[in-house]
């Protein structure tokens, strides 16, 4: 290079250039330094000459040991980045970054070294705001609960930024609700549900966690309230807010607190609660950028708390209509004893019920809606009031299953529209009828566990079957599975949160518990529940135990009448004489005339011989089967007709009529009340 460039670009470095460049000799003495930064922590260049660093306050004993190793071996240091103590009469801490060279003379004899110093404490302040910004992004809000997201923002706030973080909110937003837009009064009440420290901090607080207190007028908190206002505060005796509560102050001397900071939590017009971030003792204090870092903090933090608001109004709502949409109390029925256990956890889409059919039949049915919150519980109270009409109607499992499938795509196709986010609806449905004439039992699933089974002599097993799709996706396709259960033994019906990973344990669990003779089904009830349910449950529980009984011969009696004519008469002697050995007489006239009426439309559109069936229960029944699948129509007829009125008499007479399908063919039945 040119010497006169060399020169110049010498003295550039020297005088002009905006970083320090330091030259040392072999006792790392300052022989010279540039004039380019006018200071150095607080030392005017021109007096440096002669000092060592460690006296000027810009180096630290790793430094120090660079320094020698560089004048020694002659490695480089390139670009380290250190922190020096505050110098007297600046609020921070510096943040330096230094690089090392060794200086030989051109004989080979070393003369010291040379390094430049760049002050790069507002670059890193401003990395760390970032980080912070960025450590908030992905801490804050991780769930939908008011307390924990608290937790979250304090314990941010006290990496980087404050001593001490205490966040209070309005004791109404813990319940879903929130006072109206705008300014908060100044009398309000307050609840403090989260506080952190730095790890090196022992100050406690005067409100402890959990705490309520009622804010007082004058303090900054309230001022905070109701300009909605940040504010930055000097925690020193003469304030007169301070003096006025002593066991802040006392707290305020103790722990050197002398910085506080309060933040209103506002989200969406709705003040939520406040933010109050401390420093104490050797921690500067706050200064105008804290107070906006601290600003960007509180409302990011404030949508994910007023999220959570939401979210925990909206899950008291679904939980209270989840109640409401579920039965509460079992009916009593011929067919079988029945207890339930039901633990809404999420407010989800567990349901349950059992549903009285014709001929002394029941229905036990377990489902349950994906998702969580008020789509979901609204549209498992909209799939178990059509399950109940279409299993009234006496549908075929399989047939009933394929129609509420249809039904769950049609809702799932509004499902996105009403959710908080669009969310494929899917359910899943177990459906069991259960005859105690017959102890046949019959079921299919949409998706959902099969029912365990306890026999009367102890032994448990899983009901077998295949399983068809989940209501609402894939080819509706169910299989119907037919199996004879003793008298006594007990079906259990539950929810998947309460299906174990050990099949085998988790039938050890019922054999012990329902095989017990003496055992209340309610108390076996609630002590499987308690025994099934894991630790930390995130989903709705339910158990539905049913025992079976059987009708006896007293109840039942069942006659084959050829398919003639004079079957209706056969029908009317044969009714009259139970009857009258039921001491049921006073209910001879119009179930003999119910008998002949069914038994004469059987005979008239079928070419086999018909099935007359009577069961005895807390109605009097009166069936007549036969192998037509002709589906008999109430008609009125004329005056002038001469058919057509058997089942308008039949209609009459009755409590209920109807017709269900049997495998080949239809059953017509008829009830009458026996009080």
């Known amino acids: 290079m040119d010497p006169d460039y060399g020169a ?65 071996t002659g490695d480089e240091v390139i670009d380290h980045v250190y922190q020096v103590p505050q110098p007297p009469g600046s609020p921070t801490g510096r943040t330096l970054s230094v690089s090392l060279f060794r200086l030989e003379a051109p004989d080979g004899r070393i003369l010291g070294v040379a390094a430049t110093l760049v002050d790069i404490t507002d670059r890193e302040q401003a990395r760390a705001r970032l980080e912070l910004l960025h450590r908030a992004g992905e801490q804050i809000g991780s769930t939908l609960d008011v307390d924990r997201t608290a937790q979250e923002l304090v314990d941010v706030m006290v990496h980087g930024l404050a001593d001490l973080a205490a966040v209070d909110i309005l004791d109404s937003v813990l319940h879903g609700e929130a006072p109206a837009p705008g300014p908060v009064p100044e009398r309000v009440t307050l609840r403090r549900i989260a506080f952190a420290a730095t790890p090196q901090e022992t100050v406690r607080p005067v409100y402890e966690v959990g705490s309520i207190r009622m804010m007082r007028y004058g303090t900054p908190h309230t001022r905070t309230l109701g300009d909605l206002q940040p504010r930055r505060v000097a925690m020193t005796a003469d304030e007169d807010w301070l003096a006025a509560d002593t066991a ?46 601290a600003s960007d903090l509180a409302d990011r933090a404030a949508i994910s708390i007023d999220n959570a608001r939401r979210y925990t ?3 008291a709502l679904a939980r209270l209509i989840q109640r409401s949409l579920v039965p509460t109390r079992l009916p009593e029925h011929a067919a079988v004893e029945t207890a339930y256990s039901y633990l809404p956890v999420a407010s989800s889409g567990v349901w349950y019920d ?16 994906s998702g969580q919150g008020m789509p979901a519980v609204t549209t498992m109270g909209r799939l178990r009031t059509v399950l109940g009409a279409l299993a009234t109607m006496d549908l075929p499992a399989e047939e009933l299953l394929e129609r509420l499938h249809e039904l769950t795509g049609q809702l799932g196709r509004e499902y996105p529209s009403v959710a908080e986010s669009p969310t494929e609806l899917t359910a899943t449905c177990l459906f069991v009828v259960y005859d105690p004439t017959t102890r046949a039992c019959v079921l299919a699933s949409a998706g959902h566990p099969m029912p365990v089974v306890v026999m009367p002599d102890g032994r448990a097993e899983v009901l077998e079957a295949p399983r068809g799709p989940v209501l609402g996706r894939g080819v509706p396709r169910y299989t ?22 050990d099949p085998i344990d988790e039938l050890r669990l019922y054999r012990e518990t329902l095989s017990r003779p003496a055992t209340r089904l309610w108390d076996a009830c609630d002590a499987l529940l308690s025994a099934l349910i894991p630790p930390n449950p995130v989903d709705d529980a339910m158990l539905l135990l049913a025992r079976t009984r059987v009708l006896g011969p007293d109840q039942v009696a069942a006659w084959t009448l050829p398919d003639t004519p004079e079957s209706a008469a056969e029908a009317r002697r044969l009714v009259r004489e139970l009857l009258a050995e039921w001491d049921l007489g ?44 002709a589906t008999p129509q109430l008609r009125h007829a004329e005056t002038d007709d001469e058919g057509g009125r058997g089942l308008y008499l039949v209609a009459q007479l009755s409590q209920r009529w109807g017709t269900r399908p049997l495998p080949r063919g239809k059953t017509i039945w008829a009830e009458q009340p026996l009080e």
Not at 17 to 41: F, K, Q
Not at 45 to 72: F, I, K, N, S, Y
Not at 354 to 369: E, M, Q
């Open 313 to 315: 109004r909206e899950h």
């Open 586 to 629: 006073d209910l001879g006239f119009s179930t003999e005339l119910i008998a002949s009426e069914l038994v004469t439309n059987a005979v008239r559109y079928s070419s086999s011989p018909v099935e007359l069936r009577i069961i005895r229960n807390s109605t009097l029944i009166c069936e007549v089967s036969d192998p037509s699948a």
């Open 354 to 369: 059992v549903i009285a059919l014709s001929g002394c039949r029941v229905a036990l049915v377990a489902g349950d809606v």
């Open 248 to 293: 802040q102050a006392k707290k305020a001397r103790e722990g050197g607190l002398h910085t506080l900071i309060v933040l209103p939590l506002r989200a969406r017009g709705v003040v939520l609660g406040l933010v109050s971030l401390y420093r104490t003792r050797d921690s500067p204090p706050f200064d105008d950028s804290d107070v906006t870092l």
């Open 8 to 72: 110049a670009l010498l003295a550039v470095l020297l005088t002009r250039a905006p970083i320090g460049v330091h030259v040392l000799d072999r006792r790392l003495r300052v022989v010279h330094v540039s004039t380019g930064l006018r200071t150095e922590g607080g030392v005017d260049p021109t007096r440096m000459a002669g000092c060592a660093w460690q006296d000027l306050g810009l180096a630290t004993d790793e430094v120090l040991h660079m320094m020698q190793r560089v004048l020694e």
């Open 480 to 501: 119907v599975t037919r199996v004879t259960l003793p008298a006594g033994s007990i079906l259990a019906l539950r929810s998947a949160s309460l299906v174990k990973a």
